[in-house]
């Protein structure tokens, strides 16, 4: 049995997504914006999320603690996100965008995924709807 590991699908997921942090990350720096891909990715979560506790950007993120607490204090030193103490459970804090982080997001949103549609090009809507359900598919299967 012969087995091409650059023709399986972990090997080709783990490199797209290689590749798409890499160019998240010369996007940024092109732009001389000081934030980092993992740093963009946890600032849209608090953004959807509203007031996310930092245990559930942990989940999302699939990072550790430690890490997600260091990005939200780079996402702080920007000004782009702010901590509380959560009133319902004094031990833990809530992470929430502030309007300096809306108006991040607002401003360079449009032109990162004006970037991003280049990197579907040769995929149509309906290509790019599929695979976004199987990977979703798949993500399910890997955190049962």
């Given at each position: ?47 959807e ?9 942990v ?29 319902e ?56």
């Amino acid at each position: 049995m012969r087995y091409e590991i650059e023709e399986t699908a972990g090997y080709l997921v783990y490199r797209v997504g290689r590749l798409l942090r890499f160019r998240a990350a010369q996007f940024f720096r092109e732009r001389d914006i000081a934030i980092s891909p993992e740093q963009w990715a946890l600032l849209l979560q608090i953004a959807e999320k509203g007031e996310p506790v930092m245990s559930d950007l942990v989940d999302r993120t699939v990072n550790d603690h430690p890490n997600v607490t260091r990005l939200v204090g780079g996402l702080e030193r920007l000004g782009y996100t702010k901590r509380t103490t959560n009133p319902e459970d004094r031990r833990s804090q809530l992470i929430s965008i502030t309007p300096a982080g809306e108006l991040f997001i607002n401003q360079v949103l449009p032109e990162l995924i004006s970037e991003k549609a280049a990197f579907f090009e040769g995929l149509d809507q309906n290509d790019v709807t599929i695979l976004i359900k199987n990977l979703k598919v798949i993500l399910g299967n890997l955190v049962k």
